[in-house]
């Protein structure tokens, strides 16, 4: 049972079983299953499962809680390069099997009273090193970048695409996402923060969002 979980996990997330080598893989899939073992009943959700898990063991702290949220974490698992590594290729699996949307067609614009909707596919990650870059010929992992990058993951013509979002766009976004709420009350929360938001650039990001089919119409 156990070898075919590893097996699993091995095959969806093939740059970090490239990168952390078999037997270390087979020694976090082992941890996991002690500590957290997996709650879905759907196979392709145990590397998603195990990915989670994973980073929330050896991701770059994010609050002073952080250590405090995880439960029993086993030492010198792996670095929070690879564990981002490991969240970023589980977000590519949520992504493509994620549903088509209620209405496939994107927006034109969008007014500040418009419901901001993303599409089902649509994932947001923040990564401290440049994991979105990784691929299978490079013979190191690369650096812990000056800044962390935000990172939109989406579905098109059934295939997972990436690109990279400036902050504030990505804070729009997820608190959007969060209380389902209006263009204008996102932007109202970003004020909130930094007291002077760009909302012509911000609406200009919005568009190029509706065009590639991340945002969706209003309902």
């Known amino acids: 049972m156990r070898a075919g979980i590893v097996s699993a996990v091995g095959d969806a997330l093939p740059l970090l079983r490239r990168f952390a080598g078999e037997t270390r893989l087979r020694r976090w899939v082992d941890a996991w299953l002690d500590k957290a073992p997996p709650q879905t009943r759907f196979y392709w959700r145990l590397p998603v ?37 490991a969240h970023f290729e589980a977000m590519q699996l949520e992504v493509l099997n994620a549903p088509d949307p209620d209405s496939p067609s994107p927006c034109e614009h969008s007014g500040s009273d418009d419901i901001l909707r993303a599409h089902p596919s649509a994932r947001l990650g923040i990564y401290h090193y440049p994991v979105f870059r990784i691929d299978k010929k490079m013979k190191s992992l690369p650096a812990r970048g000056m800044e962390p990058s935000f990172v939109l993951l989406y579905r098109a013509n059934e295939a997972c695409r990436w690109l990279l979002l400036p902050p504030r766009v990505a804070q729009l976004l997820a608190q959007a996402a969060q209380n389902r ?11 909130r923060l930094y007291g002077h938001v760009d909302e012509r650039f911000i609406r200009g990001e919005l568009i190029d969002l509706q065009r590639l089919g991340v945002l969706l119409s209003p309902d």
């Open 49 to 85: 499962e195990f990915a989670v898990w994973l980073s929330a063991c050896h991701s770059e702290p994010v609050s002073s809680g952080t250590k405090d949220r995880v439960k029993n974490p086993p030492k010198a698992v792996g670095t929070a390069c690879l564990s981002e590594l």
């Open 181 to 191: 709420g209006s263009l204008h009350e996102a932007l109202a929360f970003l004020r």
